[in-house]
């Protein structure tokens, strides 16, 4: 089961774009990348999944890179509302193996 | 929209007692899930069922039960509450995933915070 490792916190400021960046250098064949957003006190929400290149919705985007033993998730022009602990999650969707998410990313965006 | 929602935000109880912690979901969703969350750890899977009366045990099933009788209700129950096991629970739905198993897009419930004292 491929292990997550991202930055445990990170800052931005309103109208930046922002990066996260997941590494999975164990990542399988099998396996996508998904990324999900949480706010206190609430369950996490889905936000983007993708397999290899770019994939691109109305809430980010998320690059993975030839060799996908990384991935970054990229927030367009960040608001208050996009401080959140994002999570990074890896695994083949075609199975059944056991879900980790890891301790995530604390994004904190400041006026 | 998705809607799945858990019976309580906040459970008080004693070392020893049995907890039921139910989850409902409305959208005919194959797959549900039981996590639990805590500061530093992110979200561990307990148990997921990917059908009625299936269930396959997480990373985390040690101390755990769960019960799934009828497709939009998965119950996660504590046998014998220990004071470990205060957590936020997160239950979590999904269609099957491609080749019918895991999917990753998964709806959440807003969680129910358990103390165990």
């Known amino acids: 089961l491929a292990k997550t490792t991202q930055p445990i916190s990170m800052d931005s400021y309103e109208g930046q774009e922002v990066n996260i960046t997941c590494s999975h250098n164990?990542?399988?064949?099998?396996?996508?990348i998904t990324w999900y957003q949480q706010f206190p006190s609430q369950g996490p929400r889905f936000i983007i999944q993708?397999?290899?290149t770019k994939v691109t919705n109305e809430v980010a985007s998320l690059f993975i890179p030839a060799d996908r033993k990384s991935s970054t998730l990229s927030l367009p022009r960040v608001s208050l509302s996009d401080t959140a602990v994002y999570y990074c999650?890896?695994?083949?969707?075609?199975?059944?193996?056991?879900?980790?998410f890891g301790a995530g990313t604390r994004l904190a965006v400041h006026p | 929209d998705v809607k799945v929602t858990q019976s309580s935000r906040y459970l008080v109880k004693r070392t020893g007692e049995k907890v039921f912690l139910e989850c409902v979901q409305d959208?005919?969703?194959?797959?549900m899930f039981w996590y639990r969350q805590d500061p530093g750890l992110g979200l561990r899977l307990i148990y997921f069922?990917?059908?009625?009366?299936?269930?396959e045990k997480g990373d985390i099933p040690e101390g755990y039960s769960v019960s799934r009788e009828k497709k939009e209700r998965f119950s996660l129950i504590l046998e014998s509450a220990s004071t470990n096991q205060t957590s936020m629970y997160l239950c979590?739905?999904?269609?099957?995933?491609?080749?019918?198993?895991?999917?990753?897009?998964?709806?959440f419930g807003p969680g129910t915070r358990l103390t165990v004292t």
């Open positions: 979590a739905s999904s269609l099957l995933g491609t080749s019918g198993g895991i999917s990753y897009e998964q709806y």
């Open positions: 164990n990542i399988a064949t099998n396996d996508y």
């Open positions: 993708g397999y290899k």
């Open positions: 999650l890896v695994g083949d969707a075609g199975g059944y193996n056991k879900l980790i």
């Open positions: 959208m005919d969703h194959e797959n």
């Open positions: 069922s990917y059908d009625v009366k299936m269930k």
